[in-house]
C-alpha cells in the first residue's frame, strides 16, 4: 500500500545496521587512513604513466609494478635520503638549543643591548628583562618541540614502517584497478555519476597542484635559500632550506619569513655584506620564482581565494599533521564544489 522506499521497519533496521557496519569498517580503516589518502594521491599523479605503459605492454601487472618502480625511485627515495638528513640536523639543532641556550641568551641579551644604544632605537626603551624573559621561553619551547617530535618518530618507527608498506601495497592495485574502484563506487554511491566524476575532478586538481607548487615552486625557492644561507655561514641551512620548501606554498608570507629575519639579523650582528646578499638575493631571485612559476605551473587549477587556501592550510596542518598541507585545500576545494553542485540543482528543480 505504501510504496515508498524504506518506509517500512525492515528497511529501517536494514538502514541502520548498514550504517553501524559501514562506521565500524572506517573505523577498522582509521589507522590506515594517511596511508591510503597518499596511495590514491600518488596514483592519480602516476597514472598517465601507468596507462600509456598498459597501451605498449598490455600487461596490467606489469605496468602497474614498473610504475610503483618508478614513484620509489623518483619520489620516495630522494624524500627518504632528505628525510633522514633532516633527522640528523633536527638533532644537532636540539642539543645545540639544549646546551647552548646561554649562548643563545648572550646573542639575544647583546641585541636587545644594542638596539637601546642605537640612536633610532632609544626613544622605544626596549624592556631588556622582558625580552630575555620571553626568549628564554621560546628557547625553551623550541627545544621541547623538537624533542618531543623526534622522541614520537624513533618511538613509532614500527608503525611508520607498517604505514608505508601498506601504502606501496595499496598504490599497487590502485594503479592497476584504479578504474574498477571509481566504477564500483559510483555504482554503490546513490550520486549522479555527473557529481562523482566533480569531486574526483576536484580532488586530483587540487591535490596535484598543491603539490605541485610545494615540491617545485617550494623547493626552488628552498633549494635557493638554503644554498644561498650555506654561502654566506649560516648554521643548518638544510634545514632552513627545508622550512622554506614548506612555507613557500603559504600565500602572500611564503618563505620569505625566514630569509628577511635571516639577513636583519645578520646585519644587526655586523656581518654587513652577508646581510645585505640575503635580502638582496631573497628579494630579486626567491621572491621572483614564485611571480614567474606560479602563473605556468597552476594556471587556474586551484580556483580558489588566496585567503581560503592559507586557512585551509594551517587547518589542514593543525588537525592532520604533515599531510594537512594537501588535505587542507583538498576538503576547501570538494566543499566549494559540492555548494556548486547544490546550486546548480537548486536552480535545475526551481526551473522545472
Given at each position: 500500500m505504501n510504496d515508498k522506499p524504506f518506509a517500512n521497519?525492515?528497511?529501517i533496521i536494514f538502514i541502520s545496521l548498514l550504517g553501524i557496519i559501514t562506521l565500524f569498517f572506517g573505523y577498522l580503516l582509521k589507522v590506515f587512513f594517511f596511508a591510503i589518502f597518499w596511495a590514491v594521491l600518488i596514483a592519480g599523479i602516476f597514472s598517465p604513466l601507468n596507462k600509456s605503459l598498459v597501451k605498449k605492454l598490455k600487461s596490467k601487472n606489469l605496468c602497474a609494478g614498473l610504475t610503483l618502480l618508478a614513484v620509489l625511485v623518483c619520489l620516495i627515495l630522494p624524500l627518504?635520503?632528505?628525510v633522514s638528513l633532516l633527522i640528523n640536523e633536527s638533532m644537532e639543532i636540539y642539543q645545540a638549543v639544549d646546551s647552548n641556550e646561554s649562548k643563545l641568551l648572550g646573542n639575544i641579551t647583546w641585541l636587545i643591548n644594542y638596539l637601546n644604544n642605537h640612536p633610532l632605537f632609544a626613544r622605544l626603551d626596549i624592556?631588556?628583562?622582558?625580552?630575555t624573559g620571553k626568549s628564554a621561553e621560546i628557547l625553551k619551547a623550541v627545544s621541547e618541540f623538537i624533542f618531543k617530535?623526534?622522541?614520537?618518530?624513533?618511538?613509532?618507527?614500527?608503525?611508520?614502517v607498517i604505514q608505508f608498506a601498506v601504502m606501496l601495497y595499496s598504490l599497487f592495485y590502485f594503479l592497476r584497478d584504479g578504474d574498477t574502484f571509481i566504477n564500483a563506487i559510483t555504482r554503490y554511491l546513490p550520486m549522479n555519476k555527473y557529481h562523482m566524476d566533480t569531486f574526483i575532478h576536484h580532488f586530483l586538481t587540487t591535490a596535484k597542484a598543491t603539490l605541485k607548487f610545494t615540491f617545485i615552486?617550494?623547493?626552488?625557492?628552498?633549494?635557493?635559500?638554503?644554498?644561498?644561507f650555506y654561502l654566506?655561514?649560516?648554521e643548518r641551512a638544510l634545514v632552513w632550506g627545508v622550512l622554506m620548501v614548506g612555507l613557500a606554498i603559504i600565500p602572500a608570507v611564503g618563505c620569505s619569513i625566514i630569509w628577511v629575519p635571516a639577513g636583519i639579523i645578520m646585519l644587526f650582528q655586523g656581518h654587513i655584506w652577508q646581510g645585505v646578499v640575503i635580502l638582496v638575493f631573497g628579494a630579486v631571485v626567491i621572491s621572483s620564482v614564485d611571480n614567474l612559476l606560479r602563473p605556468i605551473l597552476l594556471g587556474r587549477d586551484i580556483q580558489m581565494h588566496s585567503?581560503?587556501?592559507f586557512l585551509s592550510i594551517l587547518g589542514g596542518l593543525a588537525?592532520?599533521?604533515?599531510?594537512?598541507f594537501v588535505l587542507g585545500p583538498v576538503i576547501a576545494s570538494l566543499f566549494l564544489a559540492s555548494w556548486r553542485l547544490f546550486l546548480e540543482l537548486y536552480k535545475k528543480e526551481k526551473i522545472e
Open positions: 521497519f525492515q528497511n627518504g635520503l632528505l624592556n631588556h628583562e622582558f625580552f617530535n623526534l622522541s614520537q618518530l624513533t618511538q613509532n618507527t614500527i608503525l611508520l615552486i617550494g623547493g626552488i625557492q628552498g633549494l635557493l635559500g638554503g644554498l644561498i654566506t655561514g649560516i585567503l581560503l587556501l588537525i592532520f599533521g604533515f599531510s594537512g
